[in-house]
Every structure is written in structure tokens, then in C-alpha cells.
């Protein structure tokens, strides 16, 4: 666009997939018990946040460049918000919560966050 709000949004796509990264690192961290449990359900809204941030982002790019997009990974997002009511209703330990969300999701959080490093690296 003449405008530059593609550039706009590519600039804020860029900065959010660095953010889901980094909350991404900490997720796993935790699973893989290296990381505090104090702050792991605030990690978990703030990546449901950021990826729903992200998903924004996307269709906005596609749509001001004249494409038709479909975000994949409802799915997952429906299962870190499951999650994350389980938690809040239950006081459940997180670990068995988040790992069965992540592991039920089509797609899976891996492929999710390799598609979004892809068009991270296409952004620069």
C-alpha cells in the first residue's frame, strides 16, 4: 500500500513473534521443569494474548495485500483458554493442564511457532 500500513503491520507482526518466542522459551522451560511455576499462567494468557495478536496481524497483511487467509490454530488457542479455566476453577497443578492442551491441539504448538518463524524470517 502507498501509505505504508502494510510496513506498519509487518513492523508490529515482526515485534509480536519476537514476544510469543520469548514466551514460547519460557513455556517450554517450565514443562520441562526449568523454569518458576509462580508466573506460568500469566506466561500462558500472555502467548494465548500474543498469538491472537498475531492472528490479527496475519489476516490484516493478507487482506490489504489482496489474499484470502485462514488462521489454523484456533484449536490451540480453544485449548490454552480450556486450560487456563481448568487452572483458575480447579487450582490444579499447570503442568498436566497445559501439556494435554498443547498436545490435543491440531495443529501443534510446534508447527505453529515454526510457521510463524518462517514468516518472521520472509518480514526482514
Same mark, same amino acid.
Given at each position: 500500500m502507498r501509505d505504508g500500513t502494510d510496513e506498519i503491520i509487518k513492523t508490529k507482526l515482526y515485534g509480536e513473534i519476537e514476544t510469543l518466542e520469548n514466551q514460547y522459551r519460557a513455556l517450554k522451560g517450565y514443562l520441562a521443569g526449568n523454569e518458576d511455576s509462580l508466573e506460568i499462567v500469566g506466561t500462558v494468557k500472555g502467548f494465548r494474548d500474543t498469538l491472537n495478536?498475531? !492472528?490479527?496481524?496475519?489476516?490484516?497483511?493478507?487482506? &490489504? =495485500?489482496?489474499?484470502? %487467509?485462514?488462521?489454523?490454530?484456533? !484449536?490451540?488457542?480453544?485449548?490454552?483458554?480450556?486450560? &487456563? =479455566?481448568?487452572?483458575? %476453577?480447579s487450582r490444579s497443578k499447570p503442568v498436566p493442564a497445559i501439556q494435554l492442551a498443547l498436545n490435543i491441539?491440531?495443529?501443534?504448538i510446534e508447527e505453529?511457532?515454526?510457521?510463524?518463524?518462517?514468516?518472521?524470517?520472509?518480514?526482514?
Open positions: 495478536k498475531i !492472528s490479527t496481524h496475519v489476516l490484516t497483511l493478507y487482506t &490489504l =495485500e489482496g489474499q484470502k %487467509a485462514k488462521i489454523t490454530w484456533d !484449536s490451540l488457542l480453544t485449548n490454552i483458554d480450556n486450560a &487456563l =479455566e481448568t487452572l483458575q %476453577a491441539s491440531e495443529p501443534k505453529v511457532m515454526s510457521y510463524l518463524l518462517a514468516l518472521k524470517k520472509s518480514l526482514q
